[in-house]
């Protein structure tokens, strides 16, 4: 059985979602939420094998509660709903790396099969998603967020980066509340950490 969390903030979509697959063989929904505040404590206890989340799950965002997720419970595959016509979504759901990428206008079939492939470890695209997903640069940090993140990386208080880039501090800090958000941080350190191991800096 593939026990399945499903997280969508779209009232009618979430109950579309549960429903349809929940009369798959095979699959059992677990839990479903439409923010995303609960979805690691609920991921932690209940340990599904797959969570479906919407890229827009408020109030911070699928991705950077998909990248939590991950990191906090390896074991669960995560499926990202995207739109189709948003690039911003393929860039903010690319950095966590999810198992499987699916537009939100897909037929539900295709969700149905995704959420089995990832099950058994295997990577899904939805075909309608393939060709921006490979125009997207890997890197989601603008030039501004690296140089912010590798001064801090140094050891550098808010105060000492804005003084060494000649901007406020207010500035500095929105710099970084955007770079947690697009690659799934908790915080500067782990944010440093990330854009560290994946060579983004």
Same mark, same amino acid.
């Given at each position: 059985m593939i026990h399945t969390l499903v997280a969508e903030h779209v009232h009618l979509l979430r109950i579309g979602l549960v429903a349809y697959l929940t009369q798959e063989p095979g699959i059992e929904v677990v839990a479903e939420l439409e923010k995303a505040d609960r979805l690691v404590s609920t991921a932690a206890e209940l340990k599904p094998r797959v969570a479906v989340i919407d890229v827009e799950l408020p109030p911070e @965002? @699928? $991705?950077a509660v998909a990248g939590l997720l991950a990191r906090t419970l390896p074991a669960c595959a995560t499926v990202m709903l995207v739109g189709r016509d948003d690039p @911003?979504? *393929?860039s903010r759901a690319m950095p966590v790396r999810p198992l499987g990428l699916i537009s939100r206008e897909a037929p539900v079939e295709l969700l149905t099969w995704c959420v089995r492939r990832v099950a058994s470890g295997r990577r899904v695209v939805d075909p309608d998603l393939a060709r921006t997903? #490979?125009?997207?640069?890997e890197n989601p940090l603008t030039h501004r967020e690296r140089q912010i993140l590798r001064i801090a990386s140094a050891g550098a208080s808010t105060a000492e980066i804005a003084a060494e880039l000649s901007v406020s501090a207010k500035t500095v800090r929105n710099h *970084? $509340? #955007?770079a947690f958000v697009r690659i799934g941080a908790r915080n500067r350190m782990d944010a440093i950490r990330i854009a560290t191991e994946r060579e983004w800096l």
């Amino acid at each position: 059985m593939i026990h399945t969390l499903v997280a969508e903030h779209v009232h009618l979509l979430r109950i579309g979602l549960v429903a349809y697959l929940t009369q798959e063989p095979g699959i059992e929904v677990v839990a479903e939420l439409e923010k995303a505040d609960r979805l690691v404590s609920t991921a932690a206890e209940l340990k599904p094998r797959v969570a479906v989340i919407d890229v827009e799950l408020p109030p911070e @965002g @699928g $991705s950077a509660v998909a990248g939590l997720l991950a990191r906090t419970l390896p074991a669960c595959a995560t499926v990202m709903l995207v739109g189709r016509d948003d690039p @911003g979504h *393929l860039s903010r759901a690319m950095p966590v790396r999810p198992l499987g990428l699916i537009s939100r206008e897909a037929p539900v079939e295709l969700l149905t099969w995704c959420v089995r492939r990832v099950a058994s470890g295997r990577r899904v695209v939805d075909p309608d998603l393939a060709r921006t997903a #490979r125009t997207i640069d890997e890197n989601p940090l603008t030039h501004r967020e690296r140089q912010i993140l590798r001064i801090a990386s140094a050891g550098a208080s808010t105060a000492e980066i804005a003084a060494e880039l000649s901007v406020s501090a207010k500035t500095v800090r929105n710099h *970084l $509340s #955007r770079a947690f958000v697009r690659i799934g941080a908790r915080n500067r350190m782990d944010a440093i950490r990330i854009a560290t191991e994946r060579e983004w800096l």
